[in-house]
């Protein structure tokens, strides 16, 4: 059974502006260009987190045709006039397969993904939903030798910790336990809430800063 660690967190957005002001808003920083996604008509903004994580802003692509299935992470759910928010977070496995396998809850097929000469499998419910609000992972493995987070501009950005939250914690717990991570230089925790949520805890050029999101906000 592969061990899973914190891959990136994601921050959906109606349009990549919004969601790099934000960030910036946040974290005091502006993320780079990304690219786009062709078979899932988006595109995205990044922040390295670390050596191995990164922060992901994501949104439609407005000049790239829809897919012909439903979009990742709840895109097309989303609201024109809705705010950015930190939505879900993804988990790196170096065997995507073995670990939807030994998960206690369905988090999705893995589907092939690309952007530019990156490649990877994702897991993604058919219907583009986030399992568990977003609070639940989903998983990634990536394709190539050095991971993406490597190539990025370094803006002195690490996180630290991730709440995951969620009003059936000890279902969550059993999910995260089974899928066996082991983090590096930051740590991931479960917590018992109203609704489904984020907080991430980066340390930032400007000191330790916070990403949070309830599905309960106003701002959803």
């Known amino acids: 059974m592969p061990t899973c660690h914190i891959d990136h967190i994601t ?3 109606p349009t ?3 969601g790099g002001e934000l960030v910036h808003k ?7 260009q990304g690219g786009e996604h062709p078979r899932m008509g988006t595109h995205n903004l990044l922040l390295p987190l670390g050596e191995a994580m990164f922060l992901e802003v994501i ?3 407005p000049n790239a045709p829809a897919p012909q299935r439903s979009r ?4 097309d759910r989303l609201p024109p006039k809705s705010q950015p928010f930190l939505g879900c977070w993804v988990a790196r496995t170096d065997d995507i397969h073995s670990s939807l396998a030994a998960a ?3 988090l999705g097929l893995a589907e092939p993904m690309s952007r530019g000469v990156l490649e990877w499998l994702i897991s993604i419910p058919d219907d583009g939903s986030l399992p568990f609000g977003g609070a639940a992972p989903a998983l990634i493995q990536w394709q190539t030798e050095m991971h993406p987070a490597t190539g990025m501009q370094d803006k002195r950005c690490r996180l630290v910790h991730l709440e995951l939250l969620h009003p059936e914690p000890q279902r969550l717990d059993a999910l995260i336990q089974g899928l066996q991570f082991s983090e590096f230089g930051s740590t991931l925790s479960v ?3 109203p609704a489904p949520g984020l907080v991430a805890h980066i340390d930032t050029p400007l000191g330790l800063r916070t990403i949070r999101h309830l599905r309960e906000d106003d701002h959803h």
């Open 11 to 13: 921050i959906v957005s």
């Open 16 to 18: 990549l502006a919004a």
């Open 26 to 32: 946040l974290l005091g920083v502006h993320p780079q």
């Open 59 to 61: 949104a439609i692509n």
């Open 72 to 75: 990742w992470f709840e895109l």
């Open 104 to 106: 206690s809850e369905q």
């Open 191 to 193: 917590v018992e809430a």
